[in-house]
């Protein structure tokens, strides 16, 4: 079962987005405040600058349990962005699956095709993997959501010919400048798309320079990129002499103001200057588009530009759902395969325990003059008696609980705790606090 609760750019403008943005420690955070609560068992987070989703298993498969995991979920991203109420969207069971296949293959991005997004869930999955908060059930719907979204990449046309936010940024640079070479680019941050941006300023020919806060991590991003890098307190010079700037920090604040670029105007002579501003929350504010020969994009105005090519991808998008819908399907199955694990783990405990008891009778009595070899032969055979006596009813079980089956899951999961009293099995383990024996693979420890 997967609950997926989340803000993205299509419920919420940028300033209601940029609110609920989390930083790597805000993430840490929130991974901890949740799944050391009562309703969330699994959790990962991915926050980008068009999503904040938290993708979270609840701690049982009952309906309260869910809309428990959903309102604990909720209620945190609420906590840190109040304004977000009335714009989260939630997705519980196969639905939520669904979606998480639909984010991995690019299907609900801004720039639908875009291959960004599926590096950025990979990110999030491994922190909160690292953190100890991804257990079995995201560990196989993230697989398959991968697996599906590497696919749709393979067999559609999803992102062949395609805009990227990156293309997209450069294309309107090469709008507003023409040729690029010789032209000075920016890029204030270290963001994995700002600096995509920046590397195909480069590549078109743009003079680049890198500022930012930390100057080991300039340094490396400007050695990459064959840029010149510069401190933060040089922004208003470095400014004075760009032509496009891109953004790309985790700043809370904006970086570059309306007081900071107007009295630049008169040093740059009416040269036009193009901000990218691709963080949320914004590096640039809003105001300092309404400046005479400024022009300022934010990640929701790629979007226009991003319809030129919407209906070549919308067609590929359509046949993409039914490869989504495979991938939900497969997931299903196992979900639904787990259902019976109960009834199996019970059944294999209950015959190995009588395997045990009478082992143990043997090798005290009749069979006690067997040496280790024996011993360990005749523990062997008896360990793979039993698994071939148990492979079929493993299987029929759970193909009668994916519906592969002619009977009914629930009756004959019923059906084999009757017959082999599995129930009170489980009862004298809870009341007694009875360990159920397992063949040992040391034959002297059953002496």
């Known amino acids: 079962m997967i609950v997926v609760v989340g803000v993205s750019h299509h419920t919420a403008p940028i300033e209601l987005r940029e609110q609920a943005a989390l930083s790597v420690e805000a993430e840490q955070d929130l991974l901890v405040e949740l799944t050391t609560g009562p309703f969330v068992a699994e959790l990962f987070v991915v926050s980008t600058c068009n999503r904040v989703e938290l993708i979270a298993v609840p701690t049982a498969l009952t309906h309260e349990a869910v809309e428990s995991c959903r309102e604990a979920c909720s209620n945190a991203l609420l906590a840190r962005a109040p304004a977000l109420s009335g714009y989260l969207y939630s997705h519980a069971g196969i639905a939520g699956v669904r979606h998480l296949v639909q984010v991995a293959a690019s299907l609900d991005s801004l720039v639908v095709g875009e291959p960004q997004i599926l590096g950025q869930l990979k990110q999030g999955f491994e922190r909160a993997r690292d953190q100890g908060t991804v257990g079995p059930t995201l560990h196989r719907a993230f697989a398959r959501a991968v697996r599906g979204a590497k696919r749709i990449r393979t067999e559609t046309q999803i992102g062949s010919g395609q805009v990227s936010v990156p293309s997209i940024a450069v294309q309107l640079a090469t709008q507003i400048f023409g040729d690029l070479r ?15 941006v920046a590397r195909l300023l480069g590549e078109a020919g743009a003079k680049l320079t890198v500022v930012g806060r930390n100057r080991e991590r300039v340094a ?16 208003e010079a470095v400014l004075r002499g760009a032509d496009v700037v891109v953004t790309s920090t985790s700043s809370r604040e904006a970086l570059v103001t309306k007081a900071l670029v107007a009295p630049l105007r008169k040093a740059r002579k009416g040269r036009n200057l193009f901000f990218i501003d691709l963080a949320v929350p914004r590096d640039v504010e809003a105001s300092v588009g309404e400046l005479d020969d ?81 011993r360990a032969a005749l523990v062997k055979l008896l360990d793979s008696s039993l698994n071939r006596m148990l492979h079929v009813p493993t299987v029929r079980l759970r193909e009668q609980a994916t519906g592969q089956g002619t009977l009914d899951a629930d009756d004959l999961g019923s059906s084999l705790r009757q017959a082999f009293g599995l129930d009170e099995l489980a009862e004298e383990g809870e009341n007694e606090g009875v360990q159920l024996p397992k063949i040992s693979a040391d034959p002297l420890k059953l002496n």
């Not at 010789?182 to 995509?196: F, I, K, N, T, Y």
């Not at 991003?221 to 040089?234: F, K």
């Open 182 to 196: 010789g032209h000075r680019a920016v890029l204030l941050g270290s963001g994995e798309m700002g600096q995509s």
């Open 220 to 235: 490396a991003i400007a050695r990459e990129l064959g840029a010149e890098g510069r401190p933060l307190a040089d922004l």
């Open 294 to 374: 400024v022009f300022l994009y934010n990640i929701d105005d790629l979007s226009g530009v991003a319809l030129e090519s919407a209906e070549v991808r919308r067609k590929e998008a359509e046949r993409a759902e039914s490869l989504v819908e495979e991938t939900v399907r497969d997931f299903q199955r196992w979900a639904e395969g787990e259902q019976a694990t109960p009834v199996i783990k019970a059944l294999r405990a209950k015959l190995r325990a009588a395997v045990e008891i009478e082992l143990e009778k043997s090798l005290k009595g009749r069979l006690r003059d067997l040496d280790i070899e024996q």
